[in-house]
């Protein structure tokens, strides 16, 4: 069965700083997506950044980019000159044939960019 | 890019009254539909999945009988909350894709979301 796992309940950045937010997955896979998603406070699920398994090269959406370590597990993403509208839940999500190609989501990390 | 939509976004009902949400993909066929369920400062905790025609697959745990869905076209998903009592209030978020047949990265694109209160 897959798991995500995203160890950071809340965390905060000052405005223009760099954070990273963690995750780790558990699966028998060896092809794959991982996605990152940012839901502010309007509920509105958006996608930020997207990474195919069998792609070794690190996804990068502009000020976002992730570090994917296959053998490891896990997947973080890195925010880069954080801006206020940064603020909101950020959901790490697996999505494989092994769960019926249904998106699994981590239990999500709360991020508050600071002025 | 793909937008789906929701109605109502906010409902209130009473206690032992059934209420009706919809998901529509506005610009696209969606062949499969998601739906999900939400707790404040929670995951996304995923009921059921629909399918075009097809009778919908519930997640273990999740009462088909309190919560019907029906995918009766390829733009519409209805999820309706019947008997609903206190404990059901949540926020519903559904989701369309364009099939979710295979690992090739069809997105999910996300509706707004619906508010539900049983008082």
């Known amino acids: 069965a897959q798991t995500v796992t995203q160890s950071q309940p809340e965390m905060s950045v000052q405005e223009a700083e760099t954070v990273t937010l963690s995750c780790t997955y558990d699966t028998s896979e060896s092809n794959y997506y991982l996605f990152w998603y940012k839901q502010p406070p309007s509920r509105q699920m958006i996608l930020v950044i997207r990474?195919?398994?069998?792609?070794?090269q690190n996804a990068t959406e502009n000020r976002f980019s992730v570090n994917f370590q296959k053998a490891a597990k896990s997947f973080s993403l890195k925010i880069s000159d954080s801006q206020l509208g940064d603020t909101a839940m950020y959901f790490c999500a697996f999505r494989g044939m092994e769960y019926g190609n249904k998106l699994v989501f981590g239990a999500g990390t709360i991020l508050r960019v600071k002025s | 890019g793909a937008v789906v939509s929701q109605h109502p976004s906010r409902v209130i009902c009473k206690s032992g009254t059934s209420v009706k949400i919809e998901c529509r993909s506005l610009?696209?066929?969606?062949?499969?539909m998601f739906w999900y369920r939400q707790f404040p400062k929670q995951s996304l905790m995923l009921m059921a999945t629909s399918n075009e025609g097809s009778k919908a697959t519930y997640e273990q745990g999740v009462e088909k009988d309190k919560f019907l869905i029906n995918h009766a076209s390829l733009t519409l998903s209805t999820l309706t909350v019947t008997s609903a009592h206190p404990e059901d209030s949540s926020f519903y978020i559904c989701?369309?894709?364009?099939?979710?047949?295979?690992?090739?990265?069809?997105?999910?694109?996300f509706g707004p979301g619906t508010r539900l209160t049983v008082t």
């Open positions: 989701s369309a894709t364009k099939s979710a047949n295979t690992l090739r990265n069809y997105e999910q694109y």
């Open positions: 610009d696209f066929q969606a062949t499969t």
């Open positions: 990474q195919e398994a069998y792609k070794q």
